[in-house]
């Protein structure tokens, strides 16, 4: 397989969570050789307005350094920063300016005032949380019982059909996030077919949109160990008529820059997949995944 590289889903020191410089992880995108390259740092509308707002409202500080306030001067800081960049690196790289969008339904403002932003190629639509619960990251599932489980998946399936349906982002991230932790972590086991219906609905939703779903690589090097989401239900979007699929490997370093994306092709061409693709000004260009 020749397929030119491409990496959609990466974040740099403008999320919390990133430890490289947007230059740093550019460089690297160049000495790989990436054909597209998306800076998609994290916006959560769930916490979209000015720490003031927060301090006026009482909520107190965090002292976790994931839980950031402020996301709105997080994001313009963001946005005009990566948009300058794509001028320093004209020629040399084709970066695409993006952004991970998180709980769109837990921040309307915060939403709204994102996709209206005539400098982003690429909104992945993420949701990393329930509404008032913590990111699914920082539950201890030892203290849940199994149908408490089942019950968070479902409302978290509820929540994302309820995003997918607002229909204002290019593709749905990482579609089993929480899979992440209660399996890859926690080493809890799950029946497969119990969301099958939901998750139909959602791709059927998506499809009928016009929009697509991603292969986000990062659970290949984790305990979890398949791409989110993994081959059954890519293949199920496949079969449902999706042909809009992206693939980045939710690098937070450069280390992990392109980390799995030779694989996660694989596994689009096992779910029956001819194209990979990447947003250009909100528009899917199509890059062809046979030799
Ligand atoms: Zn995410
Ligand atoms: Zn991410």
Aim: net charge negative.
């Amino acid at each position: 397989m020749s397929l030119k590289l491409i990496d959609c889903h990466t974040h740099t020191t403008f999320s919390p969570d990133g430890e490289n410089s947007p230059e740093a992880m550019c460089e690297k995108a160049i000495e790989l050789g990436l054909s597209a390259y998306a800076i998609t740092d994290h916006c959560e509308c769930s916490t979209w307005f000015e720490e003031d707002y927060y301090r006026e409202k009482g909520v107190p500080k965090s002292e976790d350094p994931f839980v950031v306030y402020d996301y709105k001067n997080r994001f313009y800081n963001a946005v005009n920063n990566i948009s300058k960049l794509k001028f320093k690196y004209e020629g040399k790289l084709n970066l695409i300016c993006g952004i991970e969008l998180g709980q769109a339904t837990q921040g309307w403002e915060g939403a709204e005032a994102v996709v209206s932003n005539e400098n982003l190629d690429f909104i992945i639509g993420s949701l990393h949380q329930i509404k008032n619960h913590d990111d699914f990251a920082f539950f201890n599932y030892e203290n849940f019982s199994i149908s408490e489980i089942y019950n968070l998946l479902e409302m978290y399936y509820m929540e994302m059909l309820e995003m997918v349906k607002w229909n204002k982002f290019d593709v749905l991230g990482h579609l089993t996030y929480p899979l992440r932790y209660i399996i890859g972590e926690y080493g809890i086991e799950l029946k497969n077919k119990v969301f099958y219906d939901i998750i139909r609905e959602i791709f059927v939703t998506l499809i009928h949109n016009g929009k697509g779903i991603e292969i986000n690589t990062s659970g290949l090097r984790q305990k979890y160990g398949s791409t989110f989401p993994d081959l059954k239900y890519i293949k199920m979007y496949h079969d449902l008529g999706g042909e809009i699929l992206s693939i980045g490997s939710d690098a937070h370093c450069t280390t992990d820059l392109g980390a799995g994306i030779a694989d996660g092709a694989d596994i689009a061409i096992n779910a029956g997949f001819k194209y990979l693709c990447y947003f250009k000004e909100r528009k899917p260009n199509f890059i062809t995944l046979m030799g």
